[in-house]
């Protein structure tokens, strides 16, 4: 079942990422409107002199990952998929509430134990963490520029699982995965908006994971995509406040160092 002549399978795979590209594209084009520099974390001069990648490198690297994670999903809805053809009837909209909370659970923990392991392990940070902190200065396309080794265990075998793990149909991971996608991007935006509504909801949001990117933050902040509670009960949360950058734009400013 899906809708028109597409499967709920094959939109469950691609609208993801069709979403990833439009939403970052977005916020490239805000990148060209010049009275928002008054809302980046950092200066444009800082991203020119700390990113050492190319954008179209990035880019690449995140086409590499999405062609991972369109092979894993397609084989995934394959092996559990109804060959009846008739689909999964949709649950009551409360289950499908539930199912959203639970999967939200279930991929933080995923991430958030996957991601510092990461760092901890000095071997896994060298050969492939440390390609998605080769952007210092986060931005929005760059969400997804990690490693394909990095990218299969976070985000794609999270997202398997969250979607095992809640028992959610493939038209309800339409609406997740594309949400998820959102926030991610929404996360490495480099961006400060007043009335962005996600940065609002969500303590985990641009200014939190830009702690993480900088030097002092690398130890701090592992969690993602969506709450800081690992964060905070573990001992690795990392305030900040959000302060006026010396010569316009604000900054996050850690409130402690150890």
């Not at 959000?242 to 850690?254: D, N, T």
Request: charged letters at 15%.
């Amino acid at each position: 079942m899906g809708i028109g002549a597409v499967s709920d399978e094959l939109l469950g795979t691609f609208v993801p990422i069709a979403v990833y590209w439009l939403y970052s594209g977005l916020y490239v084009a805000l990148d060209g409107v010049g009275r928002l520099d008054g809302y980046r974390l950092h200066t444009r001069e800082e991203a020119a002199t700390k990113n050492i990648v190319s954008k179209a490198a990035v880019v690449r690297g995140v086409l590499v990952q999405q062609a991972f994670q369109v092979a894993v999903s397609l084989t995934l809805f394959a092996v559990i998929g109804d060959e009846s053809g008739t689909g999964q009837k949709q649950p009551p909209a409360l289950v499908i509430v539930l199912q959203f909370i639970a999967a939200m659970v279930v991929m933080d923990t995923w991430q958030y134990f996957m991601h510092r392991y990461m760092h901890i392990n000095k071997f896994l940070y060298k050969h492939i963490h440390s390609k998605h902190h080769t952007l210092v200065v986060p931005y929005s396309f760059g969400a997804l520029y990690n490693h394909p080794i990095e990218g299969l265990i976070l985000d794609t075998i999270g997202g398997a699982l969250s979607f095992l793990v809640t028992g959610m149909t493939p038209r309800t991971s339409i609406f997740f995965f594309s949400f998820a996608t959102i926030k991610t991007v929404d996360d490495h935006c480099g961006l400060w908006l007043p009335g962005n509504i996600l940065q609002a909801l969500f303590s985990n949001n641009s200014a939190y994971h830009d702690i993480h990117h900088q030097l002092y933050g690398n130890k701090y902040n592992f969690s993602q995509p969506f709450f800081v509670m690992w964060d905070k009960i573990l001992g690795t949360y990392m305030p900040y406040s959000i302060e006026q950058r010396k010569g316009g734009g604000v900054e996050s400013r850690p409130a402690k160092l150890d």
